[in-house]
């Protein structure tokens, strides 16, 4: 019979086993039921352990790290056979409490497949490192169904001292049938010290595995510190770093413009434009409008698939850069025979879309 656990924890293996770990960790720390390394199961045993696990938790919790989807769209990829697929299938058909955990540059992807497109409209969590503690917190507050069960966490304890009492009774009733209370009374003595010792013996091995899982966190937090790289976070809102230089105003500034020569370059130049935009060399006060490149990758069916997501870079002619403008837009072709047929889809998009904000933000120059 499958073990019931209270928190499940979904997670694809590639960018997300230290988060999972971590939460895991941090979970059964605080008392809470956790399944976690569900995935070792071989092949063939979702029906009989995987689905009735996701079927007895309360609460799901999925980790979203860049790229935890790709599978999805991989037409070699059997659905059947991506366990984080099925979980989040799983979840969703037994209405369970799903809580997103977003980490550091993950970005929904347009057009995920119908049958788990759903947990897009779950309330999610940024998981960012530098806040896990206030997001950690949050979550077993306000998003969690499950509740820590002391008893759970310390059973052997709590069975070894309820045994040592009960040892305890018996010896001092079998003392005192015997008409032998001053023996009986050293004898009470002597398991009472003895019991105390096991209980001191049992809150210092307690306390070794405490501070061996919190040097495990610390330990977690220093790589997350010395090697992940820095990563700016997608937002709705446009991006303004702090600029390396203040432009000087001129009512009379020129503005040229730098993207790339292919069709969604040119789209975004239609909808950039009216901000007075010129294809002409940058010289002396002026400023130029930047624009990144599309990434285009062939499959293994030789076919071509493209991504885009727009930032805008304004730099002066020396290109010391003033601001960066950016959207949470990740755009996707379907994959082509050709890279030009890819990127016209991408551009389609595109000219369908309002950049007002970025032609005021350029005006402003």
Same mark, same amino acid.
């Given at each position: 019979?499958?073990?019931?656990?209270?928190?499940?924890?979904?997670?694809? #293996? !590639?960018g997300?086993?230290?988060?999972?770990?971590?939460?895991?960790?941090?979970? #059964?720390?605080?008392?809470?039921?956790?399944?976690?390394?569900? &995935?070792?199961?071989?092949?063939?045993?979702?029906?009989d352990?995987?689905?009735?696990?996701?079927?007895?938790? !309360?609460?799901?919790?999925?980790?979203?790290?860049?790229?935890?989807?790709?599978?999805?769209?991989?037409?070699?990829?059997d659905?059947?056979?991506?366990?984080?697929?099925?979980?989040?299938?799983?979840?969703?058909?037994?209405?369970?409490?799903?809580?997103?955990?977003?980490?550091?540059?993950?970005?929904?992807?347009?057009?995920?497949?119908?049958?788990?497109?759903?947990?897009?409209?779950?309330? =999610?969590?940024?998981?960012?490192?530098?806040?896990?503690?206030?997001?950690?917190?949050?979550?077993?507050?306000?998003?969690?169904?499950?509740?820590p069960?002391?008893?759970?966490?310390?059973?052997?304890?709590?069975?070894?001292?309820?045994?040592a009492?009960?040892?305890?009774?018996?010896a001092?009733?079998?003392?005192?049938?015997?008409?032998? *209370?001053? *023996?009986?009374?050293?004898?009470?003595?002597?398991?009472?010290?003895?019991?105390?010792?096991s209980?001191?013996?049992?809150?210092? *091995?307690?306390?070794?595995? #405490?501070?061996?899982?919190?040097?495990?966190?610390?330990?977690?937090?220093? $790589?997350?510190?010395?090697?992940?790289? !820095? =990563?700016?976070?997608?937002?709705? *809102?446009?991006?303004?770093?702090?600029?390396q230089?203040?432009?000087?105003? $001129?009512?009379?500034?020129?503005?040229h413009?730098?993207?790339?020569? &292919?069709?969604?370059?040119? =789209?975004?130049?239609?909808?950039?434009?009216?901000?007075?935009?010129?294809?002409? !060399?940058? $010289?002396?006060?002026g400023?130029?409008?930047?624009?990144?490149?599309?990434?285009?990758?062939?499959?293994?069916?030789a076919?071509?698939?493209?991504?885009y997501?727009?930032?805008?870079?304004?730099t002066?002619?020396?290109n010391?850069?003033?601001?960066?403008?950016?959207?949470?837009?990740?755009?996707?072709?379907?994959?082509?025979?050709?890279?030009?047929?890819?990127? %016209?889809?991408?551009?389609?998009?595109?000219?369908?879309?309002?950049?007002k904000?970025?032609? $005021? %933000?350029?005006?402003?120059?």
């Amino acid at each position: 019979m499958s073990k019931k656990f209270g928190i499940f924890i979904s997670y694809r #293996r !590639k960018g997300g086993y230290d988060t999972a770990k971590l939460l895991y960790d941090r979970l #059964r720390m605080d008392g809470y039921s956790v399944s976690f390394d569900i &995935d070792t199961l071989e092949k063939g045993n979702f029906d009989d352990e995987l689905e009735q696990r996701v079927n007895n938790c !309360k609460d799901f919790l999925l980790v979203l790290n860049p790229g935890v989807f790709d599978r999805f769209f991989d037409p070699e990829c059997d659905p059947k056979e991506d366990w984080v697929r099925q979980e989040i299938i799983c979840a969703l058909e037994n209405n369970k409490n799903i809580v997103p955990l977003i980490l550091d540059g993950f970005v929904y992807p347009k057009n995920l497949p119908d049958d788990v497109k759903n947990i897009t409209k779950k309330n =999610a969590i940024d998981l960012n490192p530098k806040h896990f503690e206030g997001a950690y917190a949050r979550m077993k507050q306000k998003f969690l169904l499950s509740k820590p069960r002391w008893a759970t966490r310390h059973k052997k304890l709590i069975i070894f001292s309820l045994l040592a009492v009960v040892l305890l009774g018996i010896a001092a009733y079998i003392y005192k049938q015997k008409d032998l *209370q001053i *023996q009986a009374e050293l004898q009470a003595e002597r398991i009472a010290a003895q019991y105390a010792d096991s209980i001191k013996i049992a809150m210092r *091995q307690a306390d070794s595995i #405490r501070k061996a899982e919190l040097d495990s966190v610390k330990r977690y937090y220093n $790589s997350i510190k010395n090697t992940q790289p !820095k =990563a700016q976070k997608a937002s709705t *809102q446009i991006e303004k770093p702090v600029p390396q230089k203040s432009p000087s105003k $001129s009512s009379n500034k020129s503005i040229h413009w730098s993207g790339p020569n &292919d069709v969604i370059g040119q =789209a975004m130049f239609e909808k950039l434009e009216p901000a007075g935009i010129k294809k002409t !060399k940058c $010289s002396h006060s002026g400023i130029v409008v930047k624009l990144n490149k599309p990434n285009c990758k062939n499959d293994d069916l030789a076919r071509i698939t493209c991504t885009y997501s727009p930032i805008m870079t304004i730099t002066d002619c020396d290109n010391n850069s003033y601001d960066v403008f950016r959207t949470n837009e990740n755009f996707k072709s379907s994959p082509q025979t050709d890279e030009n047929s890819a990127k %016209e889809e991408i551009a389609s998009e595109l000219r369908s879309l309002n950049f007002k904000d970025w032609v $005021s %933000e350029i005006k402003k120059f």
